[in-house]
């Protein structure tokens, strides 16, 4: 079956680094998004990884292991404005993505 | 980036009447488009994909008869929940892919969302 796993809740500081894990398991892979989401409302886009390595996007990076089937969010610099669920996203073969419940991060001051 | 509009934001309705949620496309044809359902906590739920011009596809245990949806053209698709009742109150989302960007790979593109409450 297709599954992510991600942990479902996390804290970090204001100022700080923190990296949001997430493994999966789909049928056929066509890259992997991560995705925002704040409380009330939808999803906005962050990264888009589909080979190995690290894209860097100003305070974001986002990791992509193939053969692992890992990924990681890495956010820098930690903002208040950051406290949100980050849903990691991967796509199958027929291109559809496989949502799982995402990390609820929370900034504390 | 590319903008999805949706509307409403909120809607209250009482049991058992229907409930249309639109989503459009501001500056982009969407032949395809895709309406989830999330509940508190959970993850988004894929219910259907909007194809224009032809039927939705919906996804296994979605009754297509009480999620109607319509996809009449290339920057508008319509969800309507019919007989709602409170158990289907919950935060409906559209998304679509701007096809400059990658008509299979491109990013998805959500509307702001749409809270249904059924009283």
Not at chain 1, 7 to 36: D, H, K, R
Not at chain 2, 53 to 58: F, L
Request: glycine share 8%; aromatic share 12%; proline share 4%.
């Amino acid at each position: 079956g297709q599954n992510i796993d991600q942990p479902t809740e996390m804290t970090a500081t204001e100022g700080a680094i923190v990296q949001i894990n997430c493994t999966y398991q789909t049928s056929g892979f066509n890259g992997l998004f991560w995705y925002q989401q704040h409380a009330g409302e939808a999803p906005t886009f962050l990264s888009y990884n589909v080979l190995d390595g690290l894209e860097e996007k100003g305070r974001f990076s986002s990791f992509l292991s193939r053969s692992k089937g890992y990924s990681y969010l890495l956010l820098k610099e930690l903002q208040m404005k950051d406290s949100a669920s980050y849903l990691c996203a991967p796509m199958d073969s027929n291109y559809q993505l496989i949502w799982g419940a995402g990390t609820k991060l929370i900034i504390k001051p | 980036g590319a903008v999805v509009s949706q509307h409403p934001s909120w809607v209250i309705c009482k049991s058992g009447t229907s409930v249309k949620i639109e989503c459009r496309s501001l500056d982009f044809q969407a032949t395809t488009m895709f309406w989830y359902r999330q509940f508190p906590k959970q993850s988004l739920m894929l219910m259907a994909t909007s194809n224009e011009g032809s039927k939705a596809t919906y996804e296994q245990g979605v009754e297509k008869d009480k999620f109607l949806i319509n996809h009449a053209s290339l920057t508008l698709s319509t969800l309507t929940v019919t007989s709602a009742h409170p158990e289907d109150s919950s935060f409906y989302i559209c998304s679509a892919r701007d096809p400059s960007t990658g008509q299979d790979t491109g990013e998805l593109f959500f509307g702001e969302g749409s809270r249904l409450t059924v009283l």
